[in-house]
Structure formats: C-alpha cells, structure tokens
C-alpha cells in the first residue's frame, strides 16, 4: 500500500517536475507554473507517508497556496508571448539531464556509503509498530516545535537568524522597489 | 492472519468511503438550497416574492418554491454549452473543475459529529488538522484564477489578478487569527483531565493531537463561556470577516463585482460550467461556516447538559449531534446571506488597507495579548 503510493506521488512528482522545463505540447508559461503547484503537491504527499504531517501541510500552504499564486500573479501580468514562442531547446535539455543524472549519481554513492550497499528491508513484526510510533514523535509538530524552540537542545538560535534574514530580504525588496530614493 | 488483516483495512475503507458518501450526500443538498435561501431573502429584504413557484414536478403542489434547485440544475444541463472561440481551452475546461473541489476537501477532516457506534464523525482525523484546512482553503484561488486567465479577456483577467490579491492578504489575517485559538486549546493539561474524567471522551479524544479539530471542539464542551467567539473575540471577528474575503462574498466579491467587471471571472462562461462556479461558491460558504462553528461555536456541542456535550454512546445521540452542528452552519450561512443584502461592495483600495493596515496588526496584537494573559494567569 505504501510503497504503491510511494511510487504514485514519486511519478507524479517527477513527471510533472519534467514537464514545468520540458513540456512538448505547451510551452506557456503558466502552465509551468501550474505544473510546478503539482510537484508542490505530490512532494507534500511524499512528506504525509514519511509521517511528517506538519511539513505535508506546510509545504502546501507555503508552495502550493502562496508562492506559486505569487508566482501565477507576476507571470500573467508579463508580457510573455515571447516565452512561449520559444522553442524547445534541445542541448540546454540534455545538458540538464546531464546535470540530474551526475547529481543522482554523487547522492546514490554517497547514502550507499553510509548506509551499506542495499537498503535494509524493514521487518514487518512487532518492530514496526515501535517503529511507527518513534516516526509520530518525530514527525509531529510537538516534537518539531521544541526542536526549533527549545533554548539549550534545540535550534532556536539558528531559527531566530533565519528570521532575521528574510527581514533583511524583505527590507531590501521595499528598499529596491521604491521609485524615488529617500 | 493475512487475510484477516486486509479484511480489517478493507473495513475501514468501506467505512470512510460511506462518509464521504453521506457527508457529499448532506452537502450538495445543502448547496443547492443556500441557492434557494439565498433567493428568498434577497427577495425579503428588497421587499419582492422571490421564487416561490416550482414545487414537484407535473403536479399543483408549490412547496414555497422547494423545487427551484430541481429546475435550476436542469437549466444548467439542457442549456447550450459554449465554449467562446478566444479562450484558452484547456484551462477554460479545468477551472471549474478546480475551483469546485477545494471546499470539498477541507470538508474531510472537519468533526461534522462526535461518534457513530465506534466510529468518529469525521472522515480524516489528521493531527495537523487546522494546518491542512488552511492548506487548502488556499488553493481555492486557483479556479478563480484561472477562469481569469483561460478567458483570455479584459473583465475575466482583471477579476482574476483581484482575486489573487485579496485571497493572499486576507488568508494571512486568517491564520494568525486563528493562531490565539490554539493557544487556548493546544493545552495538554485540560485534555488529560478530560480523559481521566470520563471512558466517552477518552474514546473520542484516544490519541489525537492538540492541533486536532476534534481536541478544539473538546476545549469548548463545558460551558457557553467556554466557546471561542466569547474567549477569543477579536480572532472571532477577524477570522468571520476573512472567511467572507476568502469565498468572494459581498462586501468582499471584487472577482466578480458585477456593476464594474460585468460578472469578474467568469463573464465567459454558460449553463454548466458556471453553474459549477455557482456551487463552488456555496460549497466555500458551507465550508467556510462549518470551520468557524468548530473553531469558535463548540462544533457539535451545546452547553445543556450531558447529552449535548458529551461524545455520543448511543445512535441517536449521535444522529442528534450532527444534527446541531448542521443547524450552527445554518445560522451561519444566513447570516452570510443577510449580509450579502445589507452591505455595498468595498473599493479595492479600501480592500488591501483593511487587510493589510487594519486586520493583521490587529491579529499580531491579539497573538501577545493572548500570550501575556496566558503568561500572567500560569505564573
């Protein structure tokens, strides 16, 4: 059951993250943007069978339900008929391919020297249910709230300079965007 | 041992898909006749009749106008479906589509009741409940634009940048209002006091998170005080005033507003598909109702003993439940219609300073005085 889902969303995310670059049929813009939202989704699915229902809902709402309407919002403002004049661009797609395909590699290589050659099949006996309850406790929002804000344990501070930083991004967008200095 | 372990999952397969069925099968009525209340009052308050004719069909009997859903949904058939020659098609296809299944999905994992037998009235008890209706209420912009964008034609477009806008600053609003809410209610020391006090609660609250729906519905069982529009004022307003944004409600319907955009976003379309934007709207409302009766009006609960307030043992108890979260839904649907008829539209700048300038300081103060008072009142 899982691993059927797995492969679904796995798919879903992969075909339609290749057809945001690389779509034969249309290549409007929008519907890129549009194709992007399912990838969003499917990566979210990925995330509920992982058991992290906090990240699957946020990275909803955040991706799917802000960003990417932001991103529909500028993309249908513009001007883009010359966008989507624009051909399919084979090397730019096999350069890129190459480029997925190299970073594939490097990750494959690197987790198998970590965890050994073949990932361990996971016992389905009494281990699993420990197993399942020790993913809800990671998983949950409990659990991530006190990771992210605990003073001693956890990474408050890390947190709190992040926010900083994206303070500074925004101040820096008005400040850019402002017509006339002062 | 196999066998019986698939057996087991087909059941609650077989289970959840009946609630789907029957939460779809209370909704679409519920659609078709806030269509229907909607006509009426509009009538009363503009002091004309209003639908009052179609009864059952090939006989005398009127009904006061019951039938009209019947006869609306047939016009929305039989009528010529057109597709205009300048939109773009693919998108003119989906929109409706997109726009109509947001509303239905955050129907899942609201407690639309407490138990039936041992089953809990609510199709997907997620942990992360309130999170994941935000997530999709968010999602509901895109039919709207959409339908902007496959038009391919002034007014449509310009109701669709509208909508974008709005949507995002209100939904903004929206989750920090709710925010003090859980505050309150992501407390574990009152829900472990509720368990220990009686086996039905613990039943109904076995292993369920405190950003959990049902646990928000639980905080408010014991007293009318209790409830969140009389603890949370201030998130109560905010949070009734963005839904009305989010559903494109009058004072805030500027996707649509017919008197300077013809019908907004879906100008091009006719019979079926606008019919599908029509019910996507009352979908939203019902939706939009059903999720401030269970974060602020006690959800299906009632402050008049235990047989309101306490997690049904018994089948008619629980068909009782059900049936006074329903009718909360209902107070709210019609206070959303009456408004509709009682207020003028917002200007667009006016639009963005209440969000903007007016709700979310006023949701951000909210969040610290919250925390202060929670602070005083624990040390």
């Given at each position: 059951m899982e691993g059927t889902l797995f492969n679904i969303f796995a798919g879903l995310a992969v075909l339609s993250a290749l057809l945001v670059v690389a779509?034969?049929?249309?290549?409007?813009?929008?519907?890129?943007?549009?194709?992007?939202?399912?990838?969003?989704?499917?990566?979210?699915?990925?995330?509920?069978?992982?058991?992290?229902?906090?990240?699957?809902?946020?990275?909803?709402?955040?991706?799917?339900?802000?960003?990417?309407?932001?991103?529909?919002?500028?993309?249908?403002?513009?001007?883009?008929?010359?966008?989507?004049?624009?051909?399919?661009?084979?090397?730019?797609?096999?350069?890129?391919?190459?480029?997925?395909?190299?970073?594939f590699l490097v990750y494959k290589s690197s987790l198998e020297s970590t965890y050994g050659e073949a990932p361990q099949q996971?016992?389905?006996?009494?281990?699993?249910?420990?197993?399942?309850?020790?993913?809800?406790?990671?998983?949950?929002?409990?659990?991530?709230?006190?990771?992210?804000?605990?003073?001693?344990?956890?990474?408050?501070?890390?947190?709190?300079?992040?926010?900083?930083l994206l303070l500074v991004a925004m101040v820096g967008v008005i400040l850019l965007s402002r017509k006339e200095p002062g | 041992m196999l066998a019986s372990i698939t057996e087991l999952l087909g059941q609650a397969w077989v289970l959840t898909l009946l609630k789907v069925v029957c939460v779809f099968a209370v909704v679409m009525p519920m659609v078709a006749y806030s269509v229907v209340a909607e006509r009426r009052i509009s009538a009363w308050i503009q002091d004309r009749i209003g639908p009052n004719r179609v009864g059952i069909p090939f006989t005398n009997i009127k009904l006061l106008g019951l039938g009209q859903p019947l006869a609306d949904g047939l016009k929305a058939l039989v009528k010529e479906d057109f597709t205009p020659a300048h939109v773009r098609k693919v998108f003119y296809w989906m929109a409706p589509a997109v726009a109509m299944v947001p509303s239905f999905v955050v129907l899942a994992v609201l407690p639309f009741g407490s138990m039936l037998g041992t089953q809990k009235m609510v199709i997907a008890d997620l942990d992360v409940g309130i999170l994941f209706t935000f997530g999709i209420v968010s999602l509901g912009v895109y039919g709207v634009v959409l339908a902007g964008y496959a038009s391919n034609s002034k007014y449509p477009f310009l109701g669709g940048i509208r909508s974008t806008a709005q949507m995002i600053s209100y939904e903004i609003a929206m989750g920090l209002a709710v925010v003090p809410v859980f505050m309150l209610a992501a407390d574990?020391?009152?829900?472990?006091?509720?368990?220990?006090?009686?086996?039905?609660w613990s039943d109904y609250l076995n292993d369920t998170g405190l950003l959990n729906l049902s646990s928000v519905v639980a905080y408010q069982h014991e007293s009318i005080l209790d409830w969140l529009m009389f603890k949370q004022p201030i998130a109560f307003a905010i949070f009734l005033i963005a839904i009305f944004a989010e559903t494109n409600r009058l004072p805030f319907d500027l996707p649509e507003s017919e008197t300077e955009l013809v019908a907004g976003y879906n100008t091009e379309y006719s019979s079926m598909r606008f019919a599908l934007f029509f019910m996507g709207e009352y979908a939203a409302m019902i939706a939009g109702s059903a999720l401030m009766v269970v974060l602020f009006c006690g959800g299906w609960t009632l402050p008049l003993g235990d047989?309101?307030?306490?997690?049904?043992?018994?089948?008619?108890?629980?068909?009782?439940?059900?049936?006074?979260?329903?009718?909360?839904?209902?107070?709210?649907?019609?206070?959303?219609?009456?408004?509709?008829?009682?207020?003028?539209?917002?200007?667009?700048?006016?639009?963005?300073?209440?969000?903007?300038?007016?709700?979310?300081?006023?949701?951000?103060?909210?969040?610290?005085?919250?925390?202060?008072?929670?602070?005083?009142?624990?040390?």
């Amino acid at each position: 059951m899982e691993g059927t889902l797995f492969n679904i969303f796995a798919g879903l995310a992969v075909l339609s993250a290749l057809l945001v670059v690389a779509n034969p049929l249309s290549r409007n813009p929008v519907t890129s943007a549009l194709f992007l939202v399912t990838t969003m989704i499917s990566i979210s699915g990925l995330f509920v069978l992982l058991g992290a229902y906090f990240l699957a809902a946020v990275q909803i709402l955040v991706y799917a339900g802000a960003v990417m309407v932001l991103f529909l919002f500028v993309v249908m403002l513009l001007d883009l008929r010359e966008a989507a004049r624009r051909k399919l661009n084979l090397v730019s797609l096999a350069m890129g391919i190459l480029a997925v395909g190299a970073l594939f590699l490097v990750y494959k290589s690197s987790l198998e020297s970590t965890y050994g050659e073949a990932p361990q099949q996971h016992e389905v006996a009494e281990e699993d249910q420990t197993e399942a309850k020790l993913v809800k406790a990671v998983g949950s929002t409990r659990a991530l709230g006190q990771a992210l804000f605990s003073k001693d344990k956890g990474f408050l501070l890390p947190f709190e300079i992040v926010s900083v930083l994206l303070l500074v991004a925004m101040v820096g967008v008005i400040l850019l965007s402002r017509k006339e200095p002062g | 041992m196999l066998a019986s372990i698939t057996e087991l999952l087909g059941q609650a397969w077989v289970l959840t898909l009946l609630k789907v069925v029957c939460v779809f099968a209370v909704v679409m009525p519920m659609v078709a006749y806030s269509v229907v209340a909607e006509r009426r009052i509009s009538a009363w308050i503009q002091d004309r009749i209003g639908p009052n004719r179609v009864g059952i069909p090939f006989t005398n009997i009127k009904l006061l106008g019951l039938g009209q859903p019947l006869a609306d949904g047939l016009k929305a058939l039989v009528k010529e479906d057109f597709t205009p020659a300048h939109v773009r098609k693919v998108f003119y296809w989906m929109a409706p589509a997109v726009a109509m299944v947001p509303s239905f999905v955050v129907l899942a994992v609201l407690p639309f009741g407490s138990m039936l037998g041992t089953q809990k009235m609510v199709i997907a008890d997620l942990d992360v409940g309130i999170l994941f209706t935000f997530g999709i209420v968010s999602l509901g912009v895109y039919g709207v634009v959409l339908a902007g964008y496959a038009s391919n034609s002034k007014y449509p477009f310009l109701g669709g940048i509208r909508s974008t806008a709005q949507m995002i600053s209100y939904e903004i609003a929206m989750g920090l209002a709710v925010v003090p809410v859980f505050m309150l209610a992501a407390d574990p020391a009152w829900q472990a006091e509720l368990i220990d006090k009686s086996t039905a609660w613990s039943d109904y609250l076995n292993d369920t998170g405190l950003l959990n729906l049902s646990s928000v519905v639980a905080y408010q069982h014991e007293s009318i005080l209790d409830w969140l529009m009389f603890k949370q004022p201030i998130a109560f307003a905010i949070f009734l005033i963005a839904i009305f944004a989010e559903t494109n409600r009058l004072p805030f319907d500027l996707p649509e507003s017919e008197t300077e955009l013809v019908a907004g976003y879906n100008t091009e379309y006719s019979s079926m598909r606008f019919a599908l934007f029509f019910m996507g709207e009352y979908a939203a409302m019902i939706a939009g109702s059903a999720l401030m009766v269970v974060l602020f009006c006690g959800g299906w609960t009632l402050p008049l003993g235990d047989f309101f307030n306490t997690p049904a043992q018994s089948l008619g108890k629980g068909l009782v439940h059900i049936g006074v979260f329903i009718a909360k839904i209902t107070v709210f649907l019609g206070l959303m219609i009456w408004i509709r008829w009682m207020l003028p539209r917002f200007r667009y700048d006016q639009l963005m300073n209440i969000g903007w300038k007016r709700f979310l300081p006023a949701s951000l103060a909210n969040i610290i005085l919250t925390a202060i008072v929670l602070w005083v009142l624990n040390s």
